[in-house]
């Protein structure tokens, strides 16, 4: 079970787009469509804004997307917004029930 | 609304015990698998155990296994982590989530605002 490896910081501007990689193995990632991602702003729980590799939940911005290509997962964010500034993680399912999270990525809108 | 309640967290002592709790409501909980997430201070975040919708599928985090027990009661709507031989490095933001499926996923799509746990001497 070991973390998935994502950038520890990315920067835009507003208006402009950023991806965020989250890389993994054969055995989570590159094994499953299972893997989301969460946006977390200081002192506040998770928010899901990806699942199941590129669906959205009910309420998030189409500004955001995801993908996948082998074992790296990517969270692409167009039309940055000053609201965006925030700390995103990736999680994938890692078999036999268990999950496995990214180190995180600080996202700077500058 | 779906609403999501921690509670149980505390200041206990290396090699102790605590047992964390999840009131749910809002939602069907029996249809929905449920995790706990820590977050150190300062840190990312750390899943540490599911348990899917009637208990038949559960599993925890190296770090955790064999310390750490799951448990739910679908007619209490509610979720548990019982907590033994703690170690300082469990220090943590233990949150409870939703899983968006009734199976373990990734996809926590609702979370309490987490219960405080430090193990100190």
């Known amino acids: 079970q070991s973390a998935l490896t994502q950038p520890r910081s990315v920067s835009g501007s507003p208006g402009q787009s950023v991806t965020i990689s989250c890389t993994g193995t054969?055995?989570?990632?590159?094994?499953?469509?299972?893997v989301s991602w969460y946006q977390q702003h200081p002192g506040r729980a998770p928010k899901l804004m990806i699942y199941?590799?590129?669906k959205r939940p009910s309420g998030v911005p189409d500004r955001f997307s995801g993908s996948k290509s082998g074992n790296t997962a990517s969270l692409t964010i167009s039309g940055l917004q000053a609201e965006d500034e925030a700390d995103y993680y990736c999680?994938?399912?890692?078999?036999?029930?268990?999950?496995?999270f990214g180190g995180g990525t600080k996202l700077t809108v500058v | 609304e779906v609403q999501l309640v921690e509670s149980g967290g505390g200041l206990v002592q290396p090699g102790r015990s605590l047992t964390l709790s999840c009131a749910a409501s809002?939602?069907?909980?029996?249809?929905?698998?449920m995790h706990w997430v820590r977050q150190a201070p300062g840190k990312g975040l750390e899943w540490v155990s599911g348990?899917?919708?009637?208990?038949?599928?559960?599993d925890y985090a190296d770090s955790v296994k064999g310390r750490f027990t799951i448990s739910r009661d679908n007619a209490k709507n509610s979720l548990y982590l019982q907590m033994n031989n703690l170690r300082p490095e469990d220090t943590a933001l233990y949150y409870c989530?939703?899983?968006?499926?009734?199976?373990?996923?990734?996809?926590?799509?609702?979370w309490g605002q987490g219960t405080q746990v430090t193990v100190s001497s």
């Open positions: 989530a939703k899983d968006i499926e009734g199976t373990v996923t990734p996809g926590g799509d609702s």
């Open positions: 809002g939602f069907t909980f029996d249809e929905h698998a």
């Open positions: 348990i899917s919708w009637n208990s038949g599928a559960r």
């Open positions: 999680c994938s399912y890692a078999g036999t029930y268990t999950l496995v």
């Open positions: 054969s055995s989570d990632v590159g094994d499953y469509n299972f």
């Open positions: 199941d590799v590129s």
